[in-house]
């Protein structure tokens, strides 16, 4: 099975910060990566698939890199609404999500 | 409009079982892969399941044996049967759309229907 490491677990940060959340898979994965956005109480919302590739209606504040193991989601310019917790999966072989990292409010 | 709408939860004792629901609109349930994501209260994401466009299935080792994914085209409507419920099933289950293309990901869900299972 993959695993799927996420770091920080959580971070504070401030309106306007720019923010990068790591992701590392136990092998390669490719580019087999998204990155999903979820809210209290929400279903979680496709930020970045495969990778690199911004989902429709995502604002270009988010983005995606990596290949192989090593992936990042990093955030511009943080937002008010972007306070949120964070999950990477891979999608290599079946499916597999990271444990998460809460963003708040620093 | 893409739309999901989960149903089917509830309480259930240990050993018990639940047909849960998950009704397409905007979209055909057999046109995408179609998958079953849960949450446990306070924790992250887990798959759960999967169908294909083709029919073919696959489980979660945690799950495996005990629960069945399905779908009947004619209700645009996805299954999943739990069965042989136990403590640690308990959860919030969502559906999931797969989105047509590179890397699978899931790119519409539903509002997710819970799952308690205590006796």
């Known amino acids: 099975d993959i695993q799927m490491t996420q770091s920080p677990s959580s971070l504070s940060a401030s309106v306007g910060d720019r923010v990068t959340i790591t992701c590392r898979a136990s092998q390669s994965i490719i580019n087999y990566l998204n990155w999903y956005q979820q809210k209290p109480g929400k279903a979680p919302k496709l930020l970045i698939y495969?990778?690199?590739s911004l989902q429709s209606g995502v604002s270009s504040r988010f983005s995606g890199s990596g290949s192989g193991t090593d992936f990042t989601l990093t955030i511009s310019s943080l937002q008010p609404e972007d306070f949120a917790t964070y999950y990477c999966q891979q999608s290599y072989n079946m499916f597999t999500f990271g444990p998460g990292t809460k963003v708040d409010i620093k | 409009e893409v739309q999901l709408v989960e149903s089917g939860g509830g309480l259930v004792q240990p050993g018990g079982s639940l047909r849960l629901s998950c009704a397409a609109s905007g979209f055909s349930v057999s046109n995408n892969y179609m998958s079953w994501v849960r949450q446990a209260p306070g924790k992250g994401l887990e798959w759960v399941s999967i169908i294909y466009t083709a029919g073919s299935t696959f489980y979660a080792a945690s799950v495996k044996g005990r629960f069945t994914i399905s779908r009947d085209n004619s209700k645009n409507t996805l299954y999943l049967q739990v069965s042989s419920l136990r403590a640690e099933d308990t959860g919030l289950y969502y559906c999931?759309?797969?989105?047509?293309?590179?890397?699978?990901?899931?790119?519409?869900w539903g509002q997710g229907t819970l799952v308690t299972v205590s006796s």
């Open positions: 999931a759309r797969g989105k047509v293309g590179v890397a699978d990901p899931f790119d519409y």
């Open positions: 495969a990778a690199s």
